[in-house]
């Protein structure tokens, strides 16, 4: 009996700790590969520091962007039931599952020669092969993991105490600016986290929408692959270092706020 | 319980050892539809498994340069085979030129930005997609056929989008997302732009035409497979198909 659930726990144990370790070496070899010195040199050229600062300002704002949706539309979810509330939720779910650069295809087509985006494109906001479009891709990528994170912590949170706010006369507005917005913090900082992640990261969808232009709309991980493809091995490994900084980083903060995903 | 996973893991492990090709093909991305038809030729009458990467010119001669495994090598134009034989990646006398690869205009269906010509790229009414100079072939091609016209200057500030694969240039063109690309003429045929655009021919004298080599590399010296796919692909048999697809011998000329 004993035995059995040692071998239990030992199996399931021996299994993280060998895939993780499998990753750690993944990880561990990017480090290895380049010489230090490019990389370094890399880190100053001024192709890097344009996509750096791309990818940060975009990332700050369509993850802004994502978070002043998310939080309406993951109250919505958490809390009402309306009609269509299944397919919203079908609907806003599915750029998980989607390739991004399906997604690409999507935004490119909608934002391109509907009538839609000429409209669009009238009121100044043209969103195809130009930065606007990095923004736009990076939002409906981060989009729905935001909406995730942000519904399942106003699940933790019990109805009841918003009813006390209630019955003690404040109105619904008042109510979720005071009492519930402040009890999901952690789940703001963890949503917002991982959109901005999820934004810097962004990469199929950008490329399609955005068309991926040397110097005009390569983030990071877009500059990542050019120089893949133009064969220059030690820019590619300084592009992805950062990437990869950019994620500990992240994922660092939101283990630190204990989110659901 | 446990023993059974390691048992599992250790068959897993050597079945895919065991699935490895038996030859590995890199070639630009823009031939992909002779190179698939090709290779499922070749696989069938030889009883091989074929592996091909497809990329950009510039992406395979870095895969290349980082000591990737590849046997038969066909870029998008000869520039990267003769790059790769100075560095002693590829056998020299496996060389064969195979077709042509010529720029075009690729338009919309119905030419709605009324492109006539390479001069419309420097007009700001018009919007217009090259594929990226240090990519593809295709990038660099056409960056040297507006320089070697006087346009470059004025185009190069003009163009909305470089694209990084010469495919990407073919969705834009046949999504109307742009008004005029330059593009390879064998990918105009391709099913997906049939229908979707009009081509504009490049005046002759004005055009940079080139030549799409295949070779084995010095890795593939010893896979006999390697030598029967490089002369497979450039045989009577394989033009056809190249020509199917809308490419011109070179053996034309």
């Known amino acids: 009996m004993f035995r059995r659930i040692d071998f239990f726990r030992g199996g399931v144990i021996a299994v993280s700790v060998g895939v993780t370790a499998i990753l750690l070496m993944a990880i561990g070899s990017f480090l290895i590969v380049p010489s230090w010195g490019a990389v370094w040199e890399n880190m100053h050229s001024s192709e890097l520091l344009f996509?750096?600062?791309?990818?940060?300002?975009?990332?700050?704002?369509?993850?802004?962007?994502?978070?002043?949706?998310?939080?309406?539309?993951?109250?919505?979810?958490?809390?009402?039931?309306?009609?269509?509330?299944?397919?919203?939720?079908?609907?806003?779910?599915?750029?998980?599952?989607?390739?991004?650069?399906?997604?690409?295809?999507?935004?490119?087509?909608?934002?391109?020669?509907?009538?839609?985006?000429?409209?669009?494109?009238?009121?100044?906001?043209?969103?195809?092969?130009?930065?606007?479009?990095?923004?736009?891709?990076?939002?409906?990528?981060?989009?729905?993991?935001?909406?995730?994170?942000?519904?399942?912590?106003?699940?933790?949170?019990?109805?009841?105490?918003?009813?006390?706010?209630?019955?003690?006369?404040?109105?619904?507005w008042e109510t979720f600016l005071n009492v519930t917005l402040p009890l999901t913090k952690s789940g703001i900082t963890a949503a917002g986290v991982i959109s901005f992640a999820r934004c810097i990261g962004t990469f199929g969808t950008i490329l399609i929408l955005a068309?991926?232009?040397?110097?005009?709309?390569d983030t990071l991980p877009i500059h990542l692959y050019l120089n893949i493809s133009y064969g220059n091995m030690d820019m590619a490994v300084t592009s992805g270092i950062i990437l990869i900084i950019v994620s500990f980083m992240a994922i660092f903060i939101f283990e630190k706020t204990e989110a659901d995903l | 319980m446990f023993k059974k996973i390691t048992m599992l893991l250790v068959l897993v492990f050597f079945a895919s050892s065991a699935f490895a090709a038996d030859l590995m093909v890199f070639s630009g991305a823009g031939l992909m539809k002779p190179m698939d038809e090709m290779i499922a030729n070749f696989e069938k009458k030889h009883g091989a498994q074929v592996d091909t990467h497809y990329g950009s010119s510039g992406e395979l001669f870095g895969m290349l340069k980082m000591g990737q495994k590849c046997d038969v090598l066909i870029p998008g134009a000869a520039k990267y085979t003769y790059d790769a034989l100075k560095n002693g990646w590829i056998v020299e006398d496996s060389i064969h030129k195979i077709v042509?690869?010529?720029?075009?205009?690729?338009?919309?269906?119905?030419?709605?930005?009324?492109?006539?010509?390479?001069?419309?790229f420097a007009n700001p009414d018009i919007s217009t997609a090259i594929g990226d100079p240090k990519s593809p072939a295709i990038g660099r091609v056409a960056r040297k056929i507006f320089k070697q016209n006087g346009l470059w200057e004025k185009v190069h500030p003009n163009i909305d989008v470089y694209a990084p694969t010469v495919n990407q240039l073919l969705v834009y063109v046949a999504m109307e997302q742009v008004d005029a690309a330059v593009i390879w003429a064998d990918l105009t045929t391709w099913s997906e732009g049939r229908g979707k655009m009009d081509v504009l021919r490049i005046d002759p004298e004005k055009n940079i035409i080139k030549t799409i080599p295949t070779a084995v590399t010095s890795y593939g010296r010893e896979n006999p497979l390697a030598k029967k796919f490089n002369a497979y692909i450039s045989s009577k048999e394989g033009l056809a198909i190249w020509k199917k697809w809308g490419f011109e011998p070179c053996s034309a000329e």
């Not at chain 2, 690869?101 to 006539?116: E, F, Q, T, W």
Request: hydrophobic fraction near 50%; glycine fraction near 10%; charged fraction near 15%.
């Open chain 2, 100 to 120: 042509k690869h010529v720029p075009v205009i690729a338009v919309p269906k119905g030419n709605p930005g009324n492109v006539s010509g390479l001069k419309d």
């Open chain 1, 211 to 217: 068309g991926g232009s040397a110097g005009k709309t």
């Open chain 1, 51 to 172: 996509s750096l600062r791309l990818s940060l300002w975009t990332a700050a704002v369509s993850s802004l962007l994502v978070m002043l949706l998310a939080l309406p539309i993951g109250y919505a979810l958490s809390r009402f039931s309306f009609r269509g509330k299944a397919v919203v939720k079908t609907i806003m779910d599915l750029p998980v599952a989607f390739p991004e650069l399906v997604l690409g295809l999507c935004l490119l087509l909608l934002f391109g020669k509907t009538p839609f985006g000429k409209f669009l494109q009238q009121s100044g906001l043209n969103f195809v092969f130009t930065q606007k479009g990095v923004v736009a891709a990076q939002f409906f990528t981060a989009l729905p993991y935001a909406i995730r994170i942000m519904k399942s912590s106003f699940d933790f949170i019990n109805p009841r105490i918003e009813f006390v706010s209630r019955s003690l006369g404040y109105s619904q």
